[in-house]
């Protein structure tokens, strides 16, 4: 597979050097020091300083349980997420379902700190814990002929009292390039702050991809389908001029509403300066390779 890629950046690369903690340092984390130990990983920069768990996990988007920032925190809690179990299908040796359990025995978790960046201008930093989506697709096996990944979020009305209302067409669906999706800055989250993902984040196993817009780290992932073509996607689908199917954090590039130049860090108060947005979110050493020659505006 030309499309694997070269897995030589090293993490003090990818977060700064002391904001990285690794598996072995985590588990000493939880084990020796108990969750309070975890509750504020140190940051080289204040630029990286994680938001609080009580941030994180009560301003959310999960439009299935309302559109709202506080419904995903009312009303998540409603959804079962055990047994959960992943499809992956399409293009790959391996297709089958996978038990949400199974997946977890064969992968290693590291945390990951990550700027997220809402494509409506606020932002958080967020300690995930997870995997690389680029493990789980070995696992599968993915085929030559592929190109795209697309993922789809559980659909259930009856525990998504949003989904009973056509806000977007349900199920959501996301999708990446195959190249973006095997970027070893992707990953599967499955906990924050050393605990296992809370509903309105997307239990049990969300999305990840941190140089792009917030609404394609898609949350309670069913299914994985490695395909030939691109993708449909909920907010491309909504409106297209809006919502490109690659939304790379591009601080150039506005909303045809609204200015992308700055944003607001939440929890930094009322009187807080907005910030600058990063190119690709602040990752643009590690990803502006996989864009070289498009143009950024155009593939939005
Ligand atoms: N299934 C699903 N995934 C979703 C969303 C959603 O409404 N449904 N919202 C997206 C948006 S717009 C953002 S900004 C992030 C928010 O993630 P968080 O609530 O964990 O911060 O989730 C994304 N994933
Ligand atoms: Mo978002």
Not at 77 to 87: F, L, R, V
Not at 214 to 230: M, N, P, Q, Y
């Amino acid at each position: 597979m030309a499309y694997r890629w070269k897995n030589d950046l090293t993490m003090s690369q990818v977060t700064p050097y002391g904001a990285y903690l690794n598996r072995r340092q985590l588990m000493a984390g939880i084990a020796g020091l108990g969750l309070a130990g975890l509750a504020r990983p140190a940051a080289a920069s204040a630029d990286l300083e994680p938001n609080t768990w009580e941030e994180i996990t009560t301003y959310n988007n999960f439009y299935e349980f309302g559109t709202n920032k506080g419904d995903p925190a009312r009303y998540a809690g409603q959804m079962t997420t055990e047994p959960w179990s992943i499809t992956i299908d399409g293009l790959v040796d391996r297709p089958g379902t996978y038990d949400f359990n199974d997946i977890m025995s064969e992968m290693t978790i590291e945390e990951r700190i990550y700027r997220l960046r809402c494509v409506e201008a606020w932002s958080m930093v967020v300690p995930w814990n997870g995997f690389e989506l680029a493990d789980l697709l070995e696992m599968a096996g993915v085929q030559e002929e592929a190109r795209y990944v697309a993922f789809e979020t559980l659909l259930r009305p009856e525990e998504m009292p949003g989904t009973r209302q056509n806000v977007i067409d349900w199920p959501y669906v996301e999708g990446l390039r195959l190249d973006e999706a095997l970027h070893p800055l992707t990953i599967m989250a499955t906990g924050i702050y050393g605990k296992p993902m809370p509903n309105q984040n997307g239990a049990p196993i969300r999305l990840v991809v941190p140089w792009k817009y917030g609404f394609k780290s898609i949350k309670s992932v069913v299914r994985i389908s490695l395909v030939r073509d691109e993708p449909p996607t909920s907010w491309n689908k909504y409106s297209a001029r809006e919502y490109g199917f690659y939304s790379n954090v591009n601080p150039n590039v506005d909303h045809p509403r609204w200015s992308q130049a700055t944003e607001r860090r939440i929890g930094g108060g009322l009187l807080a300066r907005r910030e600058p947005t990063l190119m690709f979110n602040g990752y643009e050493d590690e990803v502006a390779a996989l864009y070289e020659g498009m143009d950024l505006a155009k593939y939005h």
